[in-house]
Each structure stands twice: as structure tokens, then as C-alpha cells.
């Protein structure tokens, strides 16, 4: 009995080591490795087309100013992983499609990226007065843009993101999401460098990063069960208690 049952736990264990193995392998075949990049991370930001009922603009537009800033961060879960970058569009009047193609240059390099790194986009509307006072101020939306897909490849490409009303909160960090349902929703254009082959991130530890743990309001034991469930492999099935 002893060894038909450790059979059976050993074969598993040789797919899962082969399986790894050919991954890698084909990773590395056709792809870039991201440690290889050693240059900033940048996105060029292409334009946006704003839903024309976030603000009615019930003023005299003589006396004020509308600016809509974007702002594009980089997240590692809830932890910022750069500084925020923002582009302003300042007018006398609403525009609801600006357009930029402007390059947004990040103060780190593609080689620093997690694989769990994420691209935080909000969009703001606030009204001055000629005097630099604010009259008014919404949030148009945000979306929460995975950068790495789940073969670990660098999203590359134009990508159009549609932005979320709804009240942006810490565990908004957690959620890779934009608003795809509502066809009315404001939308924002912008691209990530194209490569001669895919940009593959390796496979790190996720014990590397920082998750900000110590703020969730979970028991030391918990805490290290939830890490060896992060680190198991997709072959070994979870119990009842971990799922």
C-alpha cells in the first residue's frame, strides 16, 4: 500500500519539475528577459475621451479655469512602487477629448518591475477661479491596469482602459480592473514600448516584496499560512481551510 501511494505523489512531483523546466525554456526561447531591459520604464500617454456628463460647467467661463489632471503611478499591490506622474490639460473651457502623445518617463527601470506591478490611473476635474481659488472638484474615474499578463509577459502595445465612477479605496490596490461593461464610461489611450519579442518578467519569490501584511488585521499564524498558500503550486490542491 506504502508504495502505490508514494508512486503516484512522485510522478506528480516529476510532471511539476518537467513542467517548470519546459516553461522556462520556452520563456527564454522566444522572449526577452526583462532583466535584460536596463532602461527607464515609460508609457506614451495618447489621449482620453471623457464621458460629456461629469460636469455641466454651470459657470461663466470667463472668469474660470477647468484642468483635468491624469495621474499614472506604479503599485506593487497596496504599496506605491514610484512616484506619481501627472499631465494637466488646462483650458477655458471642458474639453472632453484632449489629446497628448506625450512620453511618461518613471523613476525606475524596466528591470525593477515586480511581476505584480500594476499601473494606478485617476482622472480629476477641478474648476479655478482667475485667482488660483477651487471652486469645484470630482474624480472622473480610475482603472487599475495590470502591466505583466499571466505568463508573466510585459503588456506592450496601445491600450484603451476604461475608467470606473465608483469610489476608489485601499482595496481598489488588490483589483487589476477597468470599467469594460459601460460602454458610456470615460476612456484613456496610452501605450507601453513595443519589443522585437515578447518582454517576459522571471519567476520571483513573492517572499521578495513587501505586501504591507502587518496592516491587515491577521494573526501571526494566519499570516504565515496565507505565504505558504501563495507559494504552493498550482498541482498541489488546496483544503477546505485554505480556500
Not at 207 to 232: A, G, V
Request: aromatic share 14%; with cysteine.
Amino acid at each position: 500500500v506504502k508504495e502505490v501511494i508514494q508512486t503516484p505523489n512522485m510522478f506528480v512531483e516529476g510532471m511539476k519539475e518537467t513542467a517548470d523546466v519546459i516553461s522556462m525554456l520556452e520563456m527564454q526561447h522566444d522572449s526577452i528577459m526583462l532583466n535584460e531591459v536596463a532602461r527607464p520604464f515609460s508609457i506614451t500617454f495618447r489621449d482620453a475621451i471623457l464621458n460629456n456628463q461629469f460636469n455641466s460647467f454651470p459657470f461663466e467661463k470667463k472668469r474660470y479655469i477647468s484642468v483635468i489632471t491624469f495621474n499614472f503611478q506604479i503599485f506593487c499591490g497596496g504599496s506605491p512602487f514610484s512616484r506619481q506622474k501627472t499631465i494637466k490639460w488646462i483650458s477655458k473651457q471642458v474639453d472632453y477629448h484632449p489629446s497628448f502623445n506625450k512620453r511618461i518617463y518613471f523613476d525606475l527601470n524596466y528591470n525593477s518591475l515586480p511581476v505584480f506591478a500594476s499601473l494606478l490611473i485617476t482622472v480629476k476635474h477641478n474648476i479655478y477661479e482667475k485667482n488660483n481659488t477651487v471652486v469645484s472638484s470630482d474624480t472622473i474615474g480610475w482603472a487599475n491596469f495590470k502591466l505583466f499578463d499571466h505568463n508573466k509577459r510585459l503588456m506592450t502595445g496601445i491600450h484603451k482602459i476604461s475608467l470606473l465612477e465608483t469610489e476608489f479605496c485601499d482595496d481598489s490596490y488588490f483589483c487589476y480592473i477597468d470599467n469594460i461593461n459601460d460602454h458610456k464610461a470615460s476612456n484613456v489611450f496610452f501605450e507601453i514600448e513595443s519589443f522585437s519579442n515578447p518582454v517576459a518578467n522571471e519567476i520571483i519569490n513573492v517572499d521578495d516584496f513587501n505586501f504591507n501584511i502587518d496592516k491587515l488585521m491577521i494573526s501571526d499564524t494566519d499570516q504565515e499560512k496565507i505565504k505558504d498558500i501563495r507559494t504552493k503550486a498550482p498541482f498541489n490542491e488546496l483544503n477546505n481551510y485554505d480556500k
